[in-house]
């Protein structure tokens, strides 16, 4: 009895831990699958959120942009669009982007990712 | 008479290919932007959007007890082409106030449609007392924005090779010290 309790924590403790995926955080248009989302982190300095994210090209020089989406805590877009920013990538290219929110009222974010000529 | 059908028909169609209509469609206006090596909206927006990020994120800003009242000094213009740096500065002055972290005091180049508007209501005789706005309450800034915008272009006969630098700081008014600066650099190449 005891382990079955003990098994029914583990699995609601677990449900209730949703910590989103780098998938389900990078938001893709166009043919931008050369290009591997490594790592991202985020952090709360200052009272503004900054997310870290490292990409790295995985083919032949590439041309991507990205930019952020912010949303606050119920999930609604906080601040118009970013600016889409270019960066040139050789192959095997690693480049850390470093972003902060346009306000505090920011908790949530969205990696965008697109090519462009 | 073939040969005047001819004749006719050819100019016909020379004339109806001078004459074609332009195309024109609506981009996005934060789309990247590679139409010249020159300073462009791509690089106005990433310099705004930098710089308003780094100056949210000072402590000065972000953990005063009062909200900070900035106002807008000059950018200076250092590069050799032309650039409307008040552009810049107006968007990064309309970014940090929609943050809601700062308040901006009117600039110096702002000063007399203010100067103005109060003379207006205070010595025209033509308003309700209860409804004018006294002179004398103006909030003085306590910091200004100031910086300037560089660039290195290097060229031979096939590739440009263009470096901005923006710099930009904030300067207590009243003891005259940065409390904060930035960098942003764009490198851009054109090849013919």
Not at chain 2, 110 to 121: F, G, I, P, T
């Amino acid at each position: 009895m005891k382990n079955v309790l003990l098994v029914i924590f583990f699995f609601l403790v677990v449900s209730c831990s949703s910590v989103p995926t780098v998938k389900e955080l990078t938001l893709r248009m166009g043919d931008t699958d050369n290009i591997e989302v490594v790592d991202m982190r985020s952090v709360v300095r200052n009272g503004i959120l900054t997310v870290q994210a490292q990409i790295k090209n995985t083919k032949e020089n590439s041309l991507v942009s990205y930019r952020f989406s912010w949303f606050n805590k119920n999930g609604m877009k906080v601040f118009d669009d970013e600016a889409w920013k270019p960066l040139t990538m050789g192959k095997d290219h690693i480049r850390e982007i470093i972003a902060v929110a346009p306000t505090p009222e920011a908790s949530d974010f969205k990696l965008e990712l697109s090519s462009f000529k | 008479m073939n040969k005047i059908i001819f004749l006719f028909l050819g100019l016909f169609l020379t004339l109806s290919n001078c004459s074609t209509t332009p195309k024109v469609k609506y981009e996005d206006s934060k789309s990247v932007e590679t139409v010249t090596s020159s300073f462009g909206s791509t690089d106005l927006n990433q310099i705004a959007e930098s710089m308003t990020r780094s100056l949210l994120q000072t402590k000065v800003i972000s953990s005063g007890p009062n909200v900070a009242v900035i106002t807008l000094a000059e950018v200076k213009n250092k590069t050799s082409e032309y650039i409307d740096t008040r552009v810049i500065t107006e968007k990064i002055r309309t970014q940090l106030t929609k943050s809601g972290q700062v308040k901006f005091a009117i600039s110096i180049s702002e000063m007399q449609s203010q100067q103005d508007e109060l003379k207006r209501q205070n010595q025209s005789g033509l308003y309700k007392n209860e409804s004018i706005s006294k002179s004398g309450n103006m909030s003085g800034a306590k910091f200004r924005i100031e910086g300037a915008i560089s660039s290195i272009v290097k060229q031979n006969k096939d590739i440009k090779d263009i470096y901005y630098i923006f710099n930009l700081s904030l300067v207590n008014i009243e003891t005259g010290l940065i409390e904060w600066a930035d960098e942003k650099e764009i490198r851009k190449t054109e090849q013919r």
